[in-house]
Structure formats: structure tokens, C-alpha cells
């Protein structure tokens, strides 16, 4: 919207620049540090339904417990990865997966068994990046810092003392710095678009594996008849989302050229990769949503075996809300709307 109309919604006063305030408005990394804030936000928001998602994909392969049982994680007691586990676990408290199957593999493909791995690592990275955004967008960045109220320490030399003014009753200084460097955030937000480029990598297989018989004694493509292909075409899509992620996850920070007669000669193209984990973590959601679609039909397709079917109490209520926006696949249709829903629920639920 307008900033105009913004401020009026918050019942803010529009800002009269003063000074050197202009300089410091737009000679910042406001704009950078922004985009990265609302993505550090999404990618939050993207990873806690990645867990879910992966629960009910669990319980949709018959998978193995085990990689997630405390007794495991205590033995590498990452913070991350320890924290992930004990979600899933709770997601997956009452589900038939406690129950001993004769179908069930002593260990399932590794985009199953390493989520608590890849989940926590992520959500450690995430968690520096937000310590660092915080630091950015509560500090000052200008340049030069101006300091009110600032002395001349006792003994400072005649070059430091240059730095400090006084008159019409003010004191301070006018230091020329580097604070304006973002490197401490970008890099972790770079790390960021790594990580979650192993989340999204992750998913593209677990749906997969949802679609192979081998896996999980299903239809192929979880088809629910004879006659349906379901789920065969829609990998590509996916498989397409997971290309880009991994483009995007290519450092930006160290591609700079000399600009400003040569003063300005390194960058961090902070914008740039703030950007692409914006776009990295709307991919994910994506690919989320096409593993969404195949983990509720593997489980439906498991209910219509056995009625009886427990399902974990995280995993129930989750996949009843989603049924409530995407219904299952009875028989072949246009599946991008499912897509599109599928999507939505999970950026919005």
C-alpha cells in the first residue's frame, strides 16, 4: 500500500528529515535488511509445516520411528536436529507407526530418516539469522555515525579528537565507519538459502518415493484405481521448483565490481540474496504442497484398507483440516488447482 496510507493505519506521523536524515534514509541496508526480515519470517513459517507435512508423509510410507526416538538424539545431542525430532515425535503420538508391521523397512530412504537432521539444521541457521537481523534493524548503519552527547575520551590523540564537535549547547561526534557493512547478515541468511535448499531437496524425493510401490506397498503414483495415473505427470513440477532452489542457493555475496572511483570496492549484493531466499522459500512451499498432496493420499489410500487406521495427534487434525480444502484424488482431474490450494493451506495454516 501507499506508505502514506500505511502510516495512517498505524496511526503514525510521517517523518521530517532533518540534517543528515535523508543521507541516512536512503545511504543504508533498510531495504536489504527488510526483504531478508519478511523472509527470515516466511522460511519460520515454511519449516513448521515442512515438519508437518513430513509427519503425515511418515505415516503415508509406513515408515520407521526409529532416526527419531530420544535415545538416538541424546547420542548427538545437536540443538536443532534434538528439537525437530521431538516435534515429529509429538506430531506423531497415538499413530499406527508405533504399532509393529511386517511391511515396514528396518530402514527407509534417507529423505526420511535424516529429517530431524535437515529440519533442526535449518532451524539453527534460521535462528542465527534472526539474532543478526535484530541487530541490524535496532542499530544504525549511517555513515558517518553521529554520536550525541559524545566526549573526547582523557587521552585521545588530535586525529581522534578531530572527530568531535560542540556549539549551541550540543556535544557529540561525527566519526566516518564502516557500520554500514552487512556481511554479518548476509552471510547467515546465505547459509539460510543453503539450508533450505536441503529442505526442499528432501521433499522432492520423499514425494517420490510416496509414488513408488517398492516404498510403500501402494499403488504406483498412488493411483486409486486401475484406470487413474494420479500422480505420474505432477513430479516435474517439483523436480523443476528443487532446479531453481539449487541455482538460488549459489552465493551472491562475494560477486562485487569496483564502483565510486574505486572507494567502493567490495559489496555483498545484499539485496540480491535476501531475494532469493524470498524466492526459495515460496518455492518450498510449493513443493511442500505437491508432498502434502501425495502424504494425504498415501494415508487415504492406507485408511481405505483399514478404517481403523490410527493416525498421530498432530497428523489427524492436520490432515482432516487439509481434506476440508483439497478432497481425494477418487479419479484423475485437473490437478493444478490442487496445487494452488494445497499451497495455500500451508501459508496460511
Keep these: 500500500m501507499p506508505a502514506a496510507q500505511a502510516l495512517r493505519a498505524a496511526g503514525l506521523k510521517r517523518i521530517v528529515p532533518f540534517g543528515k536524515d535523508a543521507l541516512s534514509i536512503f545511504s543504508s541496508n533498510a531495504y536489504s ?3 531478508a526480515v519478511l523472509a527470515a519470517d516466511d522460511a519460520r513459517r515454511m519449516l513448521d509445516a515442512a515438519r508437518r507435512v513430513f509427519a503425515l508423509s511418515l505415516e503415508g510410507l509406513n515408515g520407521n520411528v526409529a532416526p527419531f526416538l530420544a535415545a538416538v538424539q541424546e547420542v548427538r545431542a545437536f540443538p536443532g536436529q534434538r528439537s525437530a525430532a521431538a516435534q515429529i515425535l509429538r506430531d506423531l503420538d497415538g499413530s499406527y507407526l508405533w504399532s509393529v508391521s511386517s511391511t515396514r523397512a528396518l530402514q527407509d530412504p534417507l529423505s526420511f530418516r535424516t529429517a530431524s537432521q535437515v529440519l533442526g539444521t535449518a532451524d539453527d541457521v534460521l535462528t542465527n539469522l534472526e539474532h543478526e537481523l535484530a541487530v541490524q534493524i535496532n542499530s544504525s548503519d549511517d555513515n558517518p555515525t553521529v554520536v550525541l552527547d559524545a566526549v573526547p575520551p582523557a587521552n585521545a590523540t588530535a586525529q581522534e579528537r578531530s572527530y568531535y564537535v560542540s556549539g549551541n549547547g550540543l556535544t557529540g561526534a561525527v566519526i566516518p565507519t564502516s557500520n554500514f557493512e552487512p556481511l554479518p547478515w548476509v552471510l547467515q541468511l546465505e547459509s539460510l538459502g543453503l539450508a533450505l535448499t536441503h529442505v526442499s531437496a528432501t521433499s522432492v524425493q520423499r514425494i517420490l518415493r510416496l509414488g513408488t510401490p517398492e516404498f510403500t506397498h501402494l499403488s504406483r503414483f498412488l493411483s ?3 484406470l487413474s495415473i494420479a500422480y505420474a505427470a505432477i513430479q516435474k513440477i517439483p523436480a523443476d521448483l528443487d532446479a531453481e532452489n539449487r541455482d538460488l542457493s549459489n552465493p ?6 569496483p564502483v565510486a572511483g574505486d572507494i567502493e570496492d567490495t559489496a555483498t549484493n545484499a ?6 531466499v524470498s524466492q526459495i ?11 502434502l498432496m501425495h502424504a ?3 494415508v487415504n489410500l ?6 481403523n487406521l490410527g493416525l498421530g495427534r498432530g497428523t489427524r487434525p492436520f490432515l482432516e483440516a487439509y481434506r476440508n480444502r483439497v ?10 488447482t490442487d496445487i494452488q490450494k494445497s499451497y495455500e493451506f500451508l501459508r496460511t495454516s
Design 224 to 226: 486409486p484405481d486401475a
Design 296 to 298: 494425504a493420499q498415501a
Design 281 to 291: 522459500v515460496d518455492n518450498s512451499f510449493y513443493i511442500l504442497a505437491v508432498e
Design 252 to 257: 551472491v555475496s562475494t560477486a562485487a565490481i
Design 302 to 307: 492406507r485408511q481405505r484398507e483399514d478404517p
Design 33 to 35: 535488511a527488510a526483504i
Design 327 to 336: 478432497p481425494f484424488l477418487d479419479k484423475d482431474r485437473v490437478l493444478s
Design 271 to 276: 539485496a540480491a540474496a535476501a531475494a532469493h
